[in-house]
T-cell receptor
Framework: AQTVTQSQPEMSVQEAETVTLSCTYD???????LFWYKQPPSRQMILVIR??????QNATENRFSVNFQKAAKSFSLKISDSQLGDAAMYFC?????????FGKGTSLLVTP | GAVVSQHPSWVICKSGTSVKIECRSL??????MFWYRQFPKQSLMLMAT?????????EQGVEKDKFLINHASLTLSTLTVTSAHPEDSSFYIC?????????????FGPGTRLTVL
């Protein structure tokens, strides 16, 4: 069974600062994909970033980047220059077939 | 690209009635659609997976006679909650993945809030 663990239920960051959300996973698969999704108060799930496990290069999308450590089964999300609009629930997810396995989420608060 | 819509966004119904929720992929063909349920302040729980033209595959513990799923075309899947009861009140979210996109990536609809009185 694949499990995804987000050990930080809540995080807080000041506007313009940088924050890192942690995620670890457990799997025996060698080929898989990892994702970060954002769920703002509207509850619309928004894809933030996607990482292919066979790629060593860390994915980046503008202010969002990941630190993918395959051996350690770690997949953290770094948000640079945080903005008020980044406040949301962030879910880490793992996919080795058809289904997404989600972590429990990290609630990010952005303070002015 | 990769826009998924859901209708209705919010529905209130009486106990014992059936409710249908539609999920549409607007700018791509969805070979696979997924239905999730989310309780307040919790993560998403996969209910079922449907492929176009095939019967849905339900996750363990999900009653297939209670939650009827139809994936009749490459752009439409429906979830019908039959004989709804207050415990079925929840936030239901669909997602899709499909042709021309990353085949491993799911794109989500905006969700439907169901309240059963």
């Amino acid at each position: 069974a694949q499990t995804v663990t987000q050990s930080q239920p809540e995080m807080s960051v000041q506007e313009a600062e940088t924050v890192t959300l942690s995620c670890t996973y457990d799997t025996s698969e060698s080929d898989y994909y990892l994702f970060w999704y954002k769920q703002p108060p509207s509850r619309q799930m928004i894809l933030v970033i996607r990482q292919e496990a066979y790629k060593q290069q860390n994915a980046t999308e503008n202010r969002f980047s990941v630190n993918f450590q395959k051996a350690a089964k770690s997949f953290s999300l770094k948000i640079s220059d945080s903005q008020l609009g980044d406040a949301a629930m962030y879910f880490c997810a793992f996919c080795a077939g058809y289904a997404l396995n989600f972590g429990k989420g990290t609630s990010l608060l952005v303070t002015p | 690209g990769a826009v998924v819509s859901q209708h209705p966004s919010w529905v209130i119904c009486k106990s014992g009635t059936s409710v249908k929720i539609e999920c549409r992929s607007l700018d791509f063909q969805a070979t696979t659609m997924f239905w999730y349920r989310q309780f307040p302040k919790q993560s998403l729980m996969l209910m079922a997976t449907s492929n176009e033209g095939s019967k849905a595959t339900y996750e363990q513990g999900v009653e297939k006679d209670k939650f009827l799923i139809n994936h009749a075309s490459l752009t439409l899947s429906t979830l019908t909650v039959t004989s709804a009861h207050p415990e079925d009140s929840s936030f239901y979210i669909c997602s899709a993945r499909g042709i021309g996109l990353y085949t491993d990536t799911q794109y989500f609809g905006p969700g439907t809030r169901l309240t059963v009185l």
